[in-house]
């Protein structure tokens, strides 16, 4: 039997690439979308839409039993940034969606979730090199500690109620498609909306932030991957690490300067800047790597080449 997916949050970063690609792989009538608003007219015209408010069980409910579906990717999220501008609103988004989701497949209304957690989770008296699986976790953020004792539910859920719940955490993910929402790691897109189109950037971070990041290639390839592992392949039932490469701005600047020789970067360092200074400079993700096999396509000259020629060719038609 083929399998029913929900996702909710499918308008945002991560949630509307992955819905492209599910309906590719599984047919677009399998996937329904689902989203607070109609924020991507594109996916919202491209097959099955509802509108949910990931807060409201019942929303989630009436939705999962009118398309029968067995399989939740929980994408909606306020992140970092703006977490820190709205604790209160991160915290109830963040958490209440992730409990009626876990609570869906505790009572069998749905037998598969996928959950993301992230580098938030860490904090600034984790190890920052090659942070391991587990080590001290004492987030700062509020986005963060949503994310850690969101893992601690996951892990709970999967021990005491046998909920087959997956999760990896994301780095920063780079991508073209939709413009991304209050991420500390999104000047790591900003730079190239403005080098094409300005010159130059003005970054809120210092040059020698370093943070771990990925292509939304391979975060989307990883989420797969972990969802389509066999049960007892997927070890972790809090979340897996995950890894592609690590930058500073001003190696990915030196890296875009190579295709856009004019390019010039200053840095402006704000609020931001200290919830970077929080998080991990590179990731270990051995276990995951054994476990289901994971690994990356994307180094920062592949990143840096695709994004100029998408963001170029978007900004020329
Ligand atoms: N990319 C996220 C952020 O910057 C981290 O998960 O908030």
Known sequence: ????ILIIGACGQIGSELTNRLRLELGTENVIASDIRENNPELVASGPFEIIDAKSLK???????KHNVDTVYLMAALLSATGEKFPQKAWNLNTTSLLNVLNLAKD???SKVFWPSSIAVFGPTTPKINTPQRTIMEPTTVYGITKQVGERWCEYYHNNYDVDVRSIRYPGIISWKTLPGGGTTDYAIDIFHKAINEGHYDCFLTEYTALPMMFMDDAVKATLDIMNANPEDVKIRSSYNLSAISFTPKQLATQIAKQLPEFTISYTPDFRQKIANSWPNSIDDTAARQDWYWEHDYDL??????????????AIS
């Not at 929303?59 to 039993?65: A, F, L, S, V, W």
């Not at 000259?301 to 978007?314: D, P, S």
Request: proline share 0%.
């Open 108 to 110: 069998k209304v749905i």
């Open 1 to 4: 039997m083929i399998s029913k």
């Open 301 to 314: 000259e592949a990143i840096t080449n695709e994004m100029l020629l998408q963001l170029g060719e978007k």
């Open 59 to 65: 929303q989630i409910k009436h939705c999962i039993k």
